[in-house]
C-alpha cells in the first residue's frame, strides 16, 4: 500500500483504490494504472468464425466433413 496525492492520482486519471504496475529501474520506480482489460474480449461469433474442426479430428480421430454450424 502506498499513499499517492490526488494530484498525482488525477494525472494518472486513477481513482484512490487503484492498481498501479511498479517497475524500479536504476533505484527509481514508476508507476502505472493496471488496465481492467488487459486482453481483447471477443464475441462468441468471433470465436466461432475463427474455429477449425482439426482440433476434434485429431483427438476424435474421425474426419467431420459434414458438421454444420
Known amino acids: 500500500m502506498m499513499t499517492i496525492p490526488g494530484s498525482v492520482l488525477k494525472m494518472l486519471n486513477v481513482e484512490a483504490d487503484a492498481q498501479l504496475e511498479i517497475d524500479v529501474v536504476q ?9 481492467k482489460h488487459l486482453r481483447k474480449r471477443y464475441s462468441l461469433h468471433e ?11 485429431e483427438a476424435f480421430s474421425v474426419h467431420m466433413t459434414h458438421l454444420y454450424i
Open 27 to 35: 533505484g527509481a520506480f514508476t508507476a502505472k494504472p493496471i488496465s
Open 47 to 57: 470465436l466461432l468464425r475463427r474455429a477449425t474442426l482439426e482440433p476434434l479430428e
